[in-house]
């Protein structure tokens, strides 16, 4: 069977891009790797009537509200292969087989590159994190380490002052790549840059109280972040041939429609803010805007009858 859609990715917007597709009554598949960028997090903070959310039990919650929706299913499978199929469809192949669709949603978000620092995924989402607009409330009145040695650790530091009581960048042996000016424009605001590697986060998980370094010395903290590197997961785009910005990221319209007809991108690995909350409200432009294009499109078959079972039925076509 083509599916009229298929969605790469199930995090928070694909799963939104799916429930609206799915209210449209669309046949729509869902291929969930598992590999959430926020899987290691205790919370998930701002997000409208869900302010702290486990963003495990969010998923659940969004998965089971989807499964109301006869025409949509959920598999747990990774997508290893784009491609055009058919009169103006694709085919997604996975680790275990292949499906057809009319249409395709990429929600596939971004990868952080992690500090190797001893102790890091013990305390990564507890007292450990990436963003601060996320998680930087939590550290209002706390000393806080930045980790990270790029030039953009200087906003990223100064944007924490806005509640720490003291932010202190370590860059784990490497040289601070910024300016003078960068230099100076910490010191002003009391930031301290030490060059030194970073050898142990101190402390257990919920509960952390200092970073070791290399000489010996320890930095109090009680909330760390981190800022070395984030990678959009655009391979599947970039299979399709779709087009990236200067940062990587797949280039989309208001409807979430990338530069390739038929395919349509939410979430983080589009531009824009990195939220969860963001990240859903795309992933119901696409949806929807995917979902209408569909009803445009004279090769497309309608949707049931109301009166008719409209249960999927997915199975693949083989490896």
Not at 168 to 181: I, K, M, N, Q, S
Not at 218 to 242: D, K, R
Not at 250 to 256: E, H, I, K, Q, R
């Amino acid at each position: 069977m083509t599916l009229d859609a298929i969605v790469i990715g199930g995090g928070p917007a694909g799963l939104s891009a799916a429930t609206w597709l799915a209210r449209y009554r669309r046949r729509v598949l869902v291929l969930d790797s598992g590999e959430y960028r926020n899987r290691w997090a205790d919370a998930s903070h701002g997000y409208f009537s869900r302010d702290p959310a486990n963003p495990a039990e969010l998923l659940a919650r969004a998965r089971a509200d989807l499964d109301a929706y006869p025409t949509a299913d959920v598999r747990h499978a990774r997508a290893v292969k784009a491609a055009p199929h058919g009169d103006g469809g694709f085919q997604v192949v996975t680790e275990t087989g292949r499906f057809a669709a009319r249409r395709l949603v990429v929600a596939t978000g971004v990868r952080d590159q992690f500090p190797d620092v001893e102790g890091f995924l013990e305390h990564y989402g507890a007292s450990v994190f990436h963003c601060p607009s996320c998680d930087g409330y939590e550290a209002k009145g706390r000393p806080v380490v930045a980790i990270g040695w790029s030039e953009q650790v200087v906003g990223f530091a100064l944007e924490l002052l806005g509640w720490a009581s003291q932010v202190t960048v370590v860059t784990d042996g490497r040289r601070f790549e910024g300016d003078a000016e960068h230099r100076r424009m910490l010191e002003r605001h009391g930031v301290a840059v030490r060059e030194e590697t970073a050898l142990e986060l101190i402390g257990t998980r919920g509960d952390l109280r200092a970073i070791r370094l290399a000489g010996g010395e320890t930095v109090e903290c009680q909330l760390g972040f981190f800022s070395i590197a984030h990678h959009p997961l655009t391979g599947l785009g970039e299979q399709l041939g779709c087009q990236r910005d200067a940062q990587g990221y797949l280039v989309v319209d208001a409807n979430g429609a990338t530069t390739v007809p038929g395919v349509y991108a939410a979430g983080d690995v589009t531009p824009g803010l990195q939220l969860i909350q963001v990240a859903a409200g795309s992933g119901a432009s696409a949806g929807v805007g995917c979902a209408l294009s569909l009803e445009n499109d004279p090769r497309t078959p309608p949707p049931l009858p109301p009166d008719v079972d409209d249960r999927i039925q997915v199975t693949s076509t083989g490896r």
